[in-house]
């Protein structure tokens, strides 16, 4: 009995030692990846467009980046979830405004966003995602009619005097659930991208 329990603990901790090395050779190799990761994105990132040197343009060009592989996985998703190509083609319209509106609000983010604040990478990164989803959304609802939904269309019915009314009555009008309908379907997606998307920009650029 006395050989029992002197052995036990020594087996818990071999088994301990065991799950500690897994753990750690796991996250060596995370590691390793994020820094492979960071490393392609200095040299072959969007940092390297135009004036991407500038941190400000820097990372509005990650957050566009961010809202592009997005979208591109969010597409097929939900034309999966709907059953239908449509809901697909509607997100693949949206993409090039909320491309243009999330490297807008990325560069004005980075650009006033103090250096000093804590978790800068995070911080930015949801600042943008708020920001982009107020300002994505707006320009789509106003550019509604060049993509010819007549749910915003006004000259669909109405007399072209009364028709920028009409218009703008029902951009107000819909405006507020539409932010809301699209920050519940792309919030589980928008959120880790441009966390992961902020934060590789902002070690690249560290040089890690």
């Known amino acids: 009995m006395r050989l029992l329990i002197d052995t036990e603990p020594c087996g818990a901790c071999r088994r301990n030692k065991v799950l500690l090395t897994t753990i750690s050779v796991g996250e060596s190799v995370m590691v390793a990846s994020l820094d492979r990761v960071v490393r392609l994105y200095g040299r072959y990132g969007p940092s390297r467009l135009p004036l991407g040197d500038r941190r400000d343009v820097g990372g ?15 597409a ?79 000259y669909v019915g109405a007399d072209p005097p009364t028709s920028l009314t009409e218009f703008l009555g029902a951009f107000f009008e819909l405006y507020p659930l539409t932010v809301l309908t699209v920050v519940v379907w792309t919030i589980w997606i928008a959120v880790p991208l441009s966390l992961v998307f902020s934060y590789v920009y902002e070690r690249s650029r560290s040089g890690a």
């Open 60 to 74: 509005g060009y990650s957050m566009a980046a961010g809202v592009l592989a997005g979208g591109i996985v969010f």
């Open 76 to 154: 097929p998703v939900s034309a999966l979830v709907s059953g239908t190509v449509g809901s697909a083609g509607v997100i693949l319209s949206a993409i090039p405004v909320y491309l243009a509106t999330g490297f807008a609000v990325g560069a004005l983010t980075w650009r006033s966003l103090a250096s000093s604040v804590p978790y800068y990478s995070a911080v930015a990164a949801l600042v943008t995602v708020i920001g982009n989803y107020l300002a994505g959304t707006a320009v789509w609802l106003l550019l509604a009619p060049v993509y010819g939904y007549e749910v915003l269309n006004p």
